[in-house]
């Protein structure tokens, strides 16, 4: 198990932000300047946030296939400074982010989370600030051309905390009241998304600094953002990054699951090496559900060895044993059941169907310095771009 080496420190900040002032006179409203994190904008969503005026997906995610649009976002960025659209929050503050969204869809389940923008102090060496996923070589690559050009961090990590006493909860549950508010919109999935600014020296604030000193983060999202900008920070001189800080213990903080297909099912039968596989009654929870021609199986672990091994690690050292590590880049990730019957069923192929991650598993696992195969967590909702970024001049 990893020690904490040092404390986690966060501080107050002065963001960039849209001037909501100026956008009022150009009757825009804010959902149309904002945009999903860059890594789950599907190029059709791209093609629709790029006609939107002094939409954020031109600085998050630039159009081109080109290194110019690294430049064309700086341009647009001075652009933007310049004729005001975005302006600099003039007091360090910490700020209260705090979503209301309704799970699944059409359900009438409905959740709020909270989580709090701050400024975190670079872990490098990844000993308080932990990581679950593997970084891939692309995806650094382009957002360090990106940080390096702008000299602005687009959008911050997604951070957890323990906290089994809720404390770290009701402290920012707190500071949720009409007094600290300074935006409230409604976006394009039809969440909720209210803002709230808590000043430097704020009563409750030093509370949070302290609880958090004794805390480990975990990177919950933005493995690719975390390292790209502390690489840049160690080139600057610069000790701290943009995050947003989420409680473990908010009933908010869905962690939904990632299901799997593949374009063939020939695989079934060197499955059975490994598995039996068993009828299944069509509501049973189950570790996992192997789907092929319109009927569901339970997989069941031949070994004792794999009987307790953690699902989405069971299933991936198996396909990779079978068919080798590029048997990932033919798999289809999709959290509907459905969307993975469906490609399924189109390509004759056969699906995985995996039960979500549990918090206390994914705590575990990843104290013990693991990382998860890819695709195998995927944390509701995701934290919007554009509500603020973090100019390093």
Known sequence: MKKIIEMIQIKEFQPLVYNLEKLSKLK??????????????????????????YNFVN??????????????????????????????????????????FEYPPNSGKFYTRYGIFCLVEADAEYKKILPHEQVKPKPIEERTKLINTLGVQTSPPFFIVEDDDKKFYELLQNFAKPKYKILEFVDEEKNENVLFRIVKGEKGLKEIKNLLQKKLLFIADGHHRYKVTVEYLKKIGGKYLMGYICSFSDEGLLILPTHRALPQSHIYEELKKYFEFGEWDGKSDVKLLFYKNGEFKIVI????????????????????????????????????????????????????????????????????????????TYFYPKVISGLMFYDFS
């Open 59 to 100: 600085l998050e995610l630039p159009k081109g296939t080109t290194n110019k649009k690294y430049t064309y976002a700086k341009r647009l960025l001075s652009l933007w400074k310049k004729n005001k659209i975005v302006i600099k929050e003039e007091i360090p503050s910490v700020y209260l982010y705090q979503q209301k």
């Open 301 to 376: 672990p031949k070994s004792k060895k794999f009987v307790k091994e953690q699902p989405y690690f069971l299933l991936d050292k198996i396909l990779c044993e079978l068919e080798g590590e590029q048997i990932r880049q033919q798999l289809f990730y999709h959290q509907e059941m459905k969307e993975v019957i469906n490609f399924a069923d189109k390509f004759n192929g056969c699906a995985f169907i995996l039960p979500p991650v549990r918090k206390d598993e994914f705590v575990n696992i990843v104290k013990k310095g693991m990382v998860f195969p890819p695709k195998s």
């Open 28 to 53: 825009i409203e804010f959902k149309d300047v904002v945009c999903p994190p860059y890594d789950v904008i599907s190029p059709q969503q791209h093609r629709v946030l790029l006609r939107k005026k």
